[in-house]
């Protein structure tokens, strides 16, 4: 059973270049999340997809960041024109339904914006 | 919005010493859950509380959820370089309007550092 697959797992962008995000979540798993993590930080929630739908995107920035989560193919969490800033930990989790459901989350993408 | 605060923010023990992370939320959770994030590592799910004074025990683990589902605490009995990682409490709001969608909000997490 693969659990939930993120590529690449580091990312190295130049400032002012895109980023992108992959997620696979596992085999059922049809809920899936993404969070940010800065150093010895929490993390932070940013976005809640289901198939073709975006639930909950109170957490992402309202400007550069994207989400989506097509019928067909992995979730993509996107970022244009990247900043310094942008620089963390982005991870991924699924689950097979909400409410008691707990997550199970990917290996994370680190993203370096050089 | 709903904030769950944790402490300590970071907690250094001796090796066999006894470790205890707390968290609190602002309004009432539906459940809790805890998660542990090896350094490097991705968060990993513990175990979820539900109900009103619950207690749960995983081996030197023990997990209680607070009468009123506004604090949780996790206590490791006896630590071991094992036990080193991050410890994360998130708290499920209740259904939002009908819907069966309840956020989980993270709260910052107990950095946690064994020394042999």
């Known amino acids: 059973n693969a659990g939930v697959m993120q590529n690449p797992r580091h990312l190295v962008r130049r400032r002012g270049q895109e980023a992108r995000l992959r997620c696979s979540p596992m085999?059922?798993?049809?809920?899936v999340y993404w969070y940010r993590q800065l150093p010895e930080e929490g993390l932070k929630f940013m976005v809640y997809?289901?198939?073709?739908?975006?639930?909950?995107e109170s957490g992402m920035p309202k400007e550069r960041f994207s989400a989506e989560f097509p019928k067909e193919g992995p979730s993509i969490l996107r970022i244009q024109q990247v900043v310094r800033g942008d620089s963390a930990a982005y991870f991924c989790a699924s689950s097979p339904q909400v409410g008691g459901s707990p997550l199970h989350f990917g290996n994370g993408t680190r993203l370096t914006v050089t | 919005g709903q904030q769950v605060m944790q402490i300590p923010q970071y907690q250094h023990v001796q090796e066999g010493e006894d470790f205890t992370t707390y968290c609190n939320s602002s309004?009432?959770?539906?459940?809790i859950q805890w998660y542990k994030q090896r350094p490097g590592g991705h968060p990993v799910f513990l175990i979820q509380?539900?109900?009103?004074?619950e207690v749960k025990k995983q081996k030197r683990l023990t997990f209680q959820f607070g009468e009123a589902k506004k604090n949780s605490s996790l206590h490791i009995t006896a630590t071991q370089t094992t036990d080193v990682g991050t410890y994360f409490c998130?708290?499920?709001?209740?259904?939002?309007?009908?819907?069966?969608?309840?956020?989980?909000?993270f709260g910052q997490g107990t950095i946690l550092t064994v020394h042999p």
């Open positions: 509380l539900v109900k009103s004074g």
């Open positions: 309004t009432t959770l539906s459940n």
């Open positions: 997809l289901q198939k073709e739908n975006i639930i909950d």
């Open positions: 998130a708290g499920r709001s209740p259904n939002a309007g009908g819907t069966s969608y309840g956020k989980l909000t």
């Open positions: 085999k059922g798993h049809s809920h």
